[in-house]
């Protein structure tokens, strides 16, 4: 550990004897805010300066071990220096100012930069990349990005401008328009956008009054825990949805709405941190080769090294990545790679006017090259194991409050009983100096920097159990 790490671990902790946090300034920002937007989602206001590594500071001066950090997006801690440095440097500083829209008027050396940063992590095979600016855009440009391959190797030509797809495509008509759809399963969260809402199924507040596409939604694995226990069990259900997903996908391309794409996450970040076995996604990824169906993975949440390795899909150990993998959160950065038959051959099919950001780009690289200095996908591994077992040895001795612990590195959770018992648990929890989120209906889940030690695991398991006796 060099001397950056060993500085981020020395701040002051929070008090796990507090019953109840001081907040009167957070009831004056609340309520100041709320005259001019909507503020039911804050949880509290950040003191952004005094924030470090992995405590964050609220409005009051509360500290907290963040083991939430910005729902999964913030990569090496609060403030980290080498972060800091990024700012300090002419060429990134006249980037902000200038805000290059970056498709069409790029920097001079925009092409090594991506080089240097985004191509390096990039899943292998996947030598093509797009831009954006948040997960929503990523996996919206993506469907499109696999409906515009489709229709071209259906039609297995250029088509003339004076085409009946470019007359009726500007009306909203077919064959301009085609009827094609996207799979996905249900628990999903892909995005608040249009096309992604129609495939985001984690709860129902997302999708209210908004039109959908009818797209077909396949069961996802409900496993049960311990997974040593059930292995049979499991086994079944995983094979139970497979069967399904390839009949809907047969079913809505009898119907004339032929599936284009299909996309999953490696774990259901936002529908309760629902995990299943490399088997189900190695099958998920046969059956889209079979049936002719672009394979998108979305690693919003679950790239950035959380799970021990850079992406989550890595842990399949499968022969070949998938088609598409898009990415956001945590490495600052949005977009997606892609396999090189899928990039569209015509200009501004895919396009906006930022096309992301560089000064995002310059942020990533750094990011990297402290990540592969520090070791700290290994310290994932390392502190996520002090985490889970932990969990497994609370829900052991907790049983009536806490069940199904599981995990990948510090990509962690664990289930309560009843919703309400989730919620107040958290609370609880950040009363007593810690932040945590929560997922789907009753779970409680970890997302901390790649910096989190064991230490900080330690801590976070000793005020849990306080919490839970």
């Known amino acids: 550990m060099d001397h950056t790490l060993r500085q981020l671990s020395k701040r002051p902790y929070p008090d796990p004897n507090q019953s109840n946090l001081s907040c009167p300034r957070l009831q004056a920002l609340l309520a100041d805010m709320d005259q001019i937007m909507q503020t039911g989602a804050v949880q509290f206001f950040v003191d952004y300066e005094r924030s470090h590594g992995n405590y964050v500071v609220d409005a009051d001066g509360n500290v907290l071990l963040d083991v939430f950090c910005q729902t999964s997006s913030i990569f090496l801690g609060y403030n980290h220096p080498v972060m800091k440095d990024v700012f300090l440097d002419d060429k990134n500083l006249l980037s902000m100012i200038s805000r290059p829209a970056l498709a069409s008027f790029p920097p001079v050396d925009y092409a090594q930069q991506i080089r240097d940063s985004l191509i390096s992590i990039a899943p292998k095979g996947l030598t093509q990349f797009t831009q954006m600016m948040c997960?929503?855009?990523?996996?919206e440009n993506a469907y499109k990005a696999a409906f515009i391959a489709y229709m071209a190797r259906q039609r297995g030509k250029p088509l003339s401008t004076e085409s009946e797809e470019y007359k009726t495509a500007i009306v909203n008509q077919p064959p301009g328009c085609p009827d094609l759809s996207v799979l996905s399963f249900m628990g999903a969260f892909h995005g608040r956008t249009f096309g992604c809402l129609s495939t985001t199924h984690s709860k129902a507040i997302h999708k209210l009054d908004i039109p959908a596409f009818d797209w077909p939604i396949a069961p996802f694995p409900v496993l049960k825990y311990p997974l040593d226990q059930f292995k049979r069990e499991n086994?079944?259900?995983?094979?139970?949805?497979?069967?399904?997903?390839?009949?809907?996908?047969d079913k809505w391309n009898k119907k004339g709405s032929r599936v284009a794409a299909l996309i999953v996450e490696p774990i259901q970040a936002e529908g309760g941190d629902r995990h299943a076995s490399p088997n189900f996604f190695l099958g998920l990824q046969k059956l889209c080769k079979e049936k002719d169906v672009v394979f998108i993975v979305d690693e919003v949440q679950t790239g950035g090294g959380n799970t021990g390795t850079l992406w989550a899909?890595?842990?399949?150990?499968?022969?070949?990545?998938?088609?598409?993998?898009?990415?956001?959160?945590k490495f600052q950065v949005a977009g997606y790679f892609f396999k090189p038959h899928l990039k569209p051959k015509e200009p501004y099919r895919i396009y906006n006017t930022w096309m992301g950001d560089f000064v995002k780009v310059a942020m990533l690289k750094k990011a990297m090259e402290e990540v592969r200095k520090e070791g700290l996908l290994a310290l994932a591994k390392e502190s996520g194991a002090v985490l889970l077992n932990g969990l497994r040895t609370l829900e052991t001795r907790y049983p009536s409050v806490i069940h199904s612990a599981r995990g990948q590195g510090t990509f962690c959770a664990i289930n309560c009983h009843t919703p309400a018992?989730?919620?107040?648990?958290v609370q609880k929890l950040r009363n007593k100096g810690i932040n945590v989120g929560g997922s789907?209906?009753?779970?409680?889940?970890?997302?901390?920097?790649l910096t989190f030690q064991p230490k900080h695991a330690h801590m976070f398991l000793n005020t849990f159990e306080s919490v839970l006796k």
């Open 135 to 139: 997960g929503s855009c990523s996996n």
């Open 235 to 249: 086994e079944a259900e995983e094979k139970r949805c497979l069967e399904q997903t390839a009949d809907l996908i």
């Open 313 to 329: 899909h890595e842990l399949w150990n499968g022969a070949e990545s998938p088609d598409i993998v898009t990415f956001s959160k």
């Open 421 to 425: 018992v989730r919620d107040q648990t």
């Open 440 to 449: 789907g209906d009753s779970a409680i889940r970890f997302r901390p920097t």
